[in-house]
């Protein structure tokens, strides 16, 4: 089973961006679609993004369409979710999650422990 840290979250202000950082070890991520997820509190966790095995695919939440962009880098076992023009409805606690091609987090094996982003209006 893959291991997956994230980092680079933090308190920013409405308008500000951050670029998100899931670093995994133990297992190569390339088996994997990769997924972000997101969870606020007092809500249910939320798909964010999702990317494909080779990176050639991609897919967004219709609420951060346009505005968040997930990438991978293979060679470094790394996926990234860079978020721009941020909204106080994003705040959130952040996953990076391993498994299939799926809107659900239930049909993800591996996360992460998450990282906090804050987005003060």
């Known amino acids: 089973q893959v291991q997956l840290v994230e980092s680079g979250g933090g308190l920013v202000q409405a308008g500000d961006s951050l670029r998100l950082t899931c670093a995994a070890s133990?297992?190569?991520?390339?088996?994997?679609?990769m997924g972000w997820f997101r969870q606020a509190p007092g809500k249910e966790r939320e798909f964010v993004a999702l990317i494909n095995w080779g990176g050639s695919r991609t897919a967004y939440a219709d609420s951060v369409k346009d505005r968040f962009t997930i990438a991978r880098d293979n060679t470094k076992n790394t996926v990234y979710l860079r978020m721009n023009t941020l909204k106080p409805e994003d705040t959130a606690v952040y996953y990076c999650?391993?498994?299939?091609?799926?809107?659900?987090?239930?049909?993800?094996?591996?996360w992460g422990q998450g990282t906090q982003v804050t987005v003060s209006s």
């Open positions: 133990g297992r190569a991520i390339s088996s994997y679609v």
């Open positions: 999650a391993a498994g299939h091609w799926s809107f659900q987090p239930s049909d993800f094996g591996s």
